[in-house]
């Protein structure tokens, strides 16, 4: 496509991320949320991936002809990390703790990358051969952390089917990052590859925009929470806490107590370590001008 190794379903993918990337700064341009940042991030990196993917390797390209592998495999992998290190921070997803941060995720991604790659493409001078070394032992590590991931969310009894979904659509996300290594080494078949990829990114979006109408659908249990800035002007209030600072993941938290759930049951709820939800909650109050969970009750719980 265009004279070039494109497939035309990658440059649709590349068509369809550039959409969504736009309507969501267009949308966020006066919000400067660290969350919403995140995602345009990772909107960019999908971005960088389908035409980095799709358009190379290119005869013309100035400098050796592993260099564009290099490029290509490099986004692929800062690709992968940053999904990872996404669901972790927004949505509290902690799969693994010992020695397995973000931080040390990329190193080995990139370690491996170097002495299984390569290396071994300097010294056979077969790009085949050097594919196969670094995806198999990626693969396997892969598929291990597919398996303790599901394990990690999986709770057949929860009834909170907001973030049952969410984490149904995380699975995919997480199963597009195990897929990867097995499509590369498949060979380049562009459509078969970048649709398993462009799938966790419309997951992820599918994500945001169903937490999007879930705060609408529950607006109204929030409204004494927000504190709107048109009634802060006209009272002329001067107030330490703004209360739309609230994170996404606060006002979830928030929702859970003002529906009265303890702080175990809203950690089962949304999968998260009972401390996490205390620190959430200690956010909360912080930022709502009060000082336990009982004044953040009789505060916010009134007749709507």
Not at 64 to 93: H, M, R, S
Not at 115 to 131: E, G, K, Q, W
């Amino acid at each position: 496509m265009f004279g070039t190794s494109i497939h035309w379903t990658t440059f649709f993918y590349l068509l369809i991320d550039t959409v969504i990337v736009l309507l969501t700064f267009y949308f966020s341009r006066r919000n400067t949320r660290s969350s919403l940042r995140r995602f345009l991030y990772l909107g960019i990196l999908f971005i960088t991936y389908n035409a980095t993917g799709g358009f190379l390797p290119i005869d013309n390209f100035p400098g050796p002809f592993i260099l564009q592998y290099i490029i290509t495999y490099g986004v692929a992998i800062a690709l992968c990390v940053y999904i990872v290190y996404y669901l972790y921070k927004e949505y509290d997803i902690v799969v693994l703790k010992f020695n397995s941060s973000i931080k040390n995720l990329a190193f080995l991604a990139s370690g491996s990358y170097v002495v299984l790659f390569l290396m071994p493409y300097f010294l056979t001078d077969s790009l085949d051969a050097a594919r196969f070394l670094f995806t198999i032992p990626i693969s396997i590590i892969a598929f291990v952390f597919l398996i303790i991931f599901y394990r990690r969310i999986s709770n057949p009894s929860n009834p909170n089917a907001f973030i049952l979904r969410r984490n149904k659509l995380s699975m995919v996300s997480v199963a597009s990052i195990a897929l990867l290594p097995i499509c590369t080494v498949i060979g380049d078949y562009q459509w078969i590859t970048f649709t398993v990829m462009n799938l966790a990114f419309f997951a992820i979006t599918a994500i945001e925009v169903d937490r999007y109408l879930y705060f609408i659908e529950n607006n109204t249990r929030m409204y004494e929470v927000f504190a709107l800035k048109k009634k802060q002007r006209e009272e002329s209030v001067e107030r330490k806490i703004i209360y739309e600072d609230l994170t996404r993941r606060e006002i979830e938290v928030a929702l859970s107590i003002l529906s009265n759930l303890s702080y175990k049951k809203i950690a089962e709820e949304l999968f998260i370590a009972e401390s996490t939800v205390s620190k959430h909650a200690s956010n909360i109050f912080k930022k709502t001008g009060v000082k336990n969970r009982r004044e953040f009750l009789k505060r916010f719980r009134k007749k709507r």
